[in-house]
């Protein structure tokens, strides 16, 4: 965290909330935002992930303040929370997912009292790259640290993901808390999100870059269909486990069993989806470890045209841009996130990116009158506490 931040933050956490006599010391946080580079929609269907933090980050300043009352502020929304209640606020939807830490961490018997937070970021929102997740993370990490819990990196990712589908009301899975609580610099997560198994791997392709482009249509797994995907999953997951009881969870399926299961055009669909994906992903991590680049992206574009065609979760503007950049011939490109807008990761050889996207811009903005941008980006270490 620079200078100019934690300056930034400790004194609009003094301006807006003055000193109690019961103020304990500042404390410093940051938490990551995330790509996922392939398993995209299989992490709430047992499914393999590979994602990596990035070195977009979110920070905190947190302190106790004897009162009982928990003093919020968002400095990117210039705006302010305070409560004693742990209530669904409507007018700022910010604030929830910080409540909802601290309503999972009292199910759960930690101790949680009265504290001051600020927080700033430069994660862009609605881009799908985990800014919410960013701040359920970096909350529970410093109410960890500052009311002395005993939890592992592990289960804050999960009191993090049970504050988002409890008390948000998204139904998302682990994937994202749980790369931004353990990830490494230089790596990915091979994550097993059934067994919660994983494993480190380095993200290394000599000559080769990942890179962002950000279509500016409003990514929101709230009000997108993203819970009634989730639905689908678990209904055709229940079909196929009345056939085959030790079928637990939809990657554990096969095609010869989605054939068999009665599910509907939509079922069938997403279980495509997510069978192929546990292929993909595979692939994806043996062929990066043989450095095949050339294969990784193919892969990235059959990811998307199964996101698109098979899980439904992408819009005409993310299309278009990984079928300009597949024409441009980059070596693979894919919707990342939950869908219906956000980013896109590119996958190409060092150098092109600049003069690519200069040229991808104006076509994109003629067509859909949208400034899309680009997000150079490097892989990062996960939540921690920044002295």
Same mark, same amino acid.
């Given at each position: 965290m620079t200078l100019s931040i934690r300056e930034n933050l400790s004194s609009s956490l003094s301006r807006i909330f003055p000193d109690t006599p019961d103020s304990g010391p500042i404390h410093f946080f940051s938490a990551p935002g995330r790509v996922n580079i392939i398993g995209e929609h299989v992490d709430y269907a047992g499914g393999l992930v590979f994602p990596a933090a990035i070195d977009f980050r979110t920070n905190f300043v947190i302190r106790t303040n004897g009162l009982g009352t928990f003093r919020l502020y968002s400095l990117d929304f210039q705006s302010e929370f305070v409560t004693n209640d742990l209530i669904y606020s409507e007018e700022k939807s910010w604030a929830n997912y910080i409540l909802g830490v601290?309503?999972?961490? &009292?199910? +759960?018997?930690?101790?949680?009292?009265?504290?001051?937070? /600020?927080?700033? @970021?430069?994660? $862009?929102?609605? /881009?799908?790259?985990?800014?919410s997740a960013a701040v359920e993370v970096g909350t529970a990490f410093a109410l960890s640290k500052i009311f002395h819990w005993d939890i592992s990196l592990e289960k804050i990712a999960l009191l993090a993901q049970a504050a988002e589908n409890h008390f948000v009301g998204v139904n998302c899975g682990i994937m994202d808390q749980f790369v931004i609580a353990v990830a490494k610099p230089s790596t990915c997560i091979s994550l097993n999100t059934e067994s919660l198994e994983y494993s480190y791997h380095n993200l290394d392709l000599p000559g080769y870059e990942f890179y962002l482009i950000d279509s500016q249509? $409003?990514?929101? +797994? !709230?009000?997108s269909e993203y819970n009634n995907r989730r639905k689908e999953v678990e209904s055709a997951t229940s079909k196929c486990n009345k056939l085959s009881p030790e079928v637990r969870t939809l990657s554990q399926a096969n095609f010869s069993l989605i054939e068999k299961a009665n599910l509907t055009q939509s079922e069938f669909k997403r279980a495509t989806h997510i069978l192929g994906e546990k292929s993909r992903a595979q692939n994806v991590i043996r062929f990066l470890k043989d450095k095949d680049a050339e294969k990784v992206g193919k892969e990235l574009f059959s990811c998307h045209e199964s996101l698109s065609q098979n899980f439904q979760v992408s819009c005409k503007e993310i299309d278009f841009i990984v079928e300009w950049f597949h024409s441009a011939n980059? +070596? %693979?490109? &894919?919707?990342? @996130? %939950? @869908?219906? %807008?956000?980013?896109?990761?590119?996958?190409? !050889?060092?150098? &092109?990116?600049?003069?690519?996207?200069?040229?991808?811009?104006?076509?994109?903005? &003629?067509?859909?009158g949208l400034n899309a941008k680009i997000y150079k980006f490097s892989i990062s270490e996960g939540v921690r506490e920044d002295s």
């Open positions: 601290v309503s999972e961490a &009292r199910k +759960l018997g930690l101790r949680v009292e009265g504290f001051d937070l /600020a927080f700033t @970021g430069n994660i $862009p929102q609605g /881009a799908g790259l985990s800014s249509v $409003p990514h929101s +797994l !709230k009000e980059v +070596l %693979g490109a &894919r919707m990342i @996130g %939950g @869908g219906f %807008g956000g980013c896109v990761l590119v996958l190409d !050889k060092e150098g &092109r990116s600049s003069s690519l996207f200069s040229e991808f811009e104006k076509e994109y903005f &003629r067509k859909f």
